[in-house]
């Protein structure tokens, strides 16, 4: 896959998302308004923040798919991992949000005051955002997946979390509306505790992603793998000093090959470009490598 299709894969199925998203964050605001549902106005507001997810990704997509240039020898790969950590960092706000919001709700019950009981327009409103999101959940993981995209997979957990602060809203509403005034407070709590996963999710994506910016190393079983695939090549006697690190979607590793000392350079070059066609076939072309070849002291 190239990187300009790669691109457009990601345009196609973000703009769905941000059309789809557009439609919902109207609706749920209008008819949590006008059924007097907290936690509907708050899931119209967690939409809007996946519109603004959506606008993030379309952004940093088309950065992300440059190739190699004067300012960027390594590619702008990371543009995608800093998109990510944006999304992340959106989902942990829209969370925080909702927490915030439903927290307050159940502390003014606690103290006596009243909840409005929610209307059956706010009601439908959560089960067809249920329904859309999760649909559009699906749809965007699974390209995400195909394509290999961190911020696209980011993007699709936006859209699982507004489908599942909707199911929150489903329940509370509709648990109010059918035990009475003394069970409105199910509302806000449902929403309560669907911004704690929220929060968790995005945490737990937002994680790699410092990992990533912060040039951590590839993880130890990845590295062992290298190594391994490197001494399949012929004429290779030795691999150490082995440096690794992802660039958005690619790997970028760094070697030292040990090879036989009487051997001409260009079949020294041969071995190398053997170890780069082998990692690149593993890893996909986009793999970014630097093989330093060195005599086999041993046999000199």
Known sequence: MTLDSREKDIKKVTLAGF?????????????????????????????????????VVLLFAGISSKGKD?????????????????????LIAA??????????SVVEVLKGGTLPEPGKIALIAAF??????????????????????????ANAWHHRSDALSSVGAFVGIGGSMLLGDK???LDPIAS????????????????PCFAELLESSLPEEI???????????????DVHDLKTRRNGISFVIDAHVVVDPHITIVE?????????????????????????????????
């Not at 109207?26 to 899931?43: R, T, Y």
């Not at 590295?223 to 006697?237: K, L, N, P, Q």
């Not at 780069?276 to 996909?284: F, I, S, V």
Request: hydrophobic share 45%.
């Open 70 to 90: 004067r300012g960027h020898a390594f590619g702008h790969g990371k543009f995608e991992t800093l998109a990510t950590l944006i999304v992340s960092f959106v």
């Open 223 to 237: 590295e062992a793998e290298i190594e391994s695939e490197m001494w399949h090549v012929d004429g290779v006697r």
């Open 128 to 153: 067809i955002s249920v329904v859309a999101k999760e649909i559009l959940y699906r749809v965007t993981v699974k390209e995400g997946r195909r394509i290999n995209s961190p911020v696209v997979m």
């Open 192 to 207: 309560c505790m669907i911004s704690v996963v929220i929060v968790f999710v995005a945490v737990k994506m937002a994680v």
């Open 268 to 300: 020294a070059h041969n071995i190398a470009t053997n170890v780069e066609r082998r990692l690149r076939d593993k890893y996909g072309n986009q793999t970014q490598m630097s093989i330093h070849m060195e005599p086999d002291k041993a046999s000199e």
């Open 19 to 55: 059309f789809v998203n557009v439609l919902l964050t109207a609706g749920k605001v209008f008819a949590g308004f006008l059924g007097g549902s907290s936690a509907m106005i708050a899931d119209g507001l967690h939409s809007l923040s996946d519109l603004f997810s959506d606008v």
């Open 183 to 185: 069970w409105t407070v």
């Open 95 to 104: 969370g925080a949000g909702l927490l915030k919001s439903g927290v307050e």
